[in-house]
């Protein structure tokens, strides 16, 4: 495929927009080459500035579940524009939305609405910190919860050592606060709690984990987190910004069966919207100001157009709950085609998947947390990456991503899929 205007593009967008995008992997820096630059998408497809249709297994990394530009949302947000675009004010949607949530997913009592994820995450661990009187938090190598300083920590010399910041601009008196654990181990978190006992907060996870891959908890890690939780007076704070109304109604909780304190949520909830959320029991939630003392606020918080899209969103999933047993299954055949390719051909690879949820890692050891998804081969994943793009098919563009798949996929697109990997995998021999 030919991508020059997209590449003529992105040369003018870096005189104006650093490193010439707005959120860092847009810009393929894990893979090599120039982005590709949207102009428009519709159902399963993207369609580039240069023509070019392409599968998309991203989603708008996860909102769009039910396709691009699906006319039940586009049709909402259109006749609320002609309302006003933002009012500063209440309005009876918010409470609309707010109940919808609240009676899709199990545990909660109390919803609060922001405008992304990040800002989702910071205001529930604000708030675990402001109701527990506690200042210290619990969260795991790998697991991402936005660019909040609170969450930009790397793992110090030792185990069990205070996190350092990775990254210029967080403070080492910010740093002190965050404890780093290990996905899927649950030693390296009662450690900490044993280090720093009565200081802990909240322990905060991906109860699936999305930005080391895709990677699924050990049988009975969330349990026994809860278990550790309940134990020591710490709150444990579920981030589904990713799995939330995405692998199940309910989210990770229903589909797992285990409880949180607080959860936060973002893309699906916001129909492709700019919104994030966080919810807990109402106990924990009348903390929030202006009930409480915690403060929280926004002005944008609850724009009409972003409720608009996200009360259609989950309307749409609690009414027609089927959408999540056919995701499932075009996952599942996906995982089923691509894994025949690579085994035929003798690929060395880990395939992980849940529900609507997967991700590929060319290493021979199974992909549990940080460091074993950091053993994957990048110079056979960018082979693969391109091979893929080459012929139509947009994964994302590093290897510490989960795909997400999106309803409008139909087993065309999969097959398609399949077989373009198929065409080039002795490549990554």
Known sequence: MIYKRSSALFDEAKKYIPGGVNSPVRAFNAVGGDPIFVKKAAGAYLHDEDGNQLIDYISSWGPMILGHAHPKVVDAVIEK?????????????????AKLAIDMVPGIDKIRFVNSGTEACMSAVRLARGYTRKDKIIKFAGCYHGHSDSFLIQAGSGGATFGEPNSPGVTKGTAKDTLLAHYNNLDSVKSLIQKHKGEIA?????????????????????????????????????????????????GVQERLGVLADIVTFGKVVGGGLPVGAFAGKAEIMNHLAPDGPVYQA????????????????????????????????????????????????????????????????????PVVDFKTAAKGNNDKFKTYFHGMLDRGVYMPPSAFESYFLNDALSYEDIDHTIKSLSEFVDKLK
């Open 202 to 250: 909240c322990i905060i996870i991906e109860p699936v984990a999305g930005n080391m891959g895709c990677i699924l908890p050990n049988d009975g890690f969330l349990e026994d987190l809860r278990s550790l939780c309940d134990e020591h007076n710490i709150l444990l704070v579920f981030d589904e910004v990713m799995t939330g109304f995405r692998l199940a109604p309910g």
């Open 298 to 365: 926004g002005t944008l918080s609850g724009n009409p157009l972003a409720m608009a899209a996200g009360y259609t969103m989950l309307k749409e999933l609690n009414e027609n709950r089927s959408i999540f047993e056919s995701l499932d299954k075009k996952t599942a055949y996906l995982h089923k085609g691509m894994k025949k390719v690579l085994d035929d051909a003798g690929v060395v690879h880990q395939i992980n998947r849940i529900g609507s949820m997967i991700s590929i890692h060319f290493c021979e050891e």
């Open 81 to 97: 524009t002609k309302d006003g675009t933002s009012y500063g004010i209440p309005t009876e949607l918010e409470t609309k939305i």
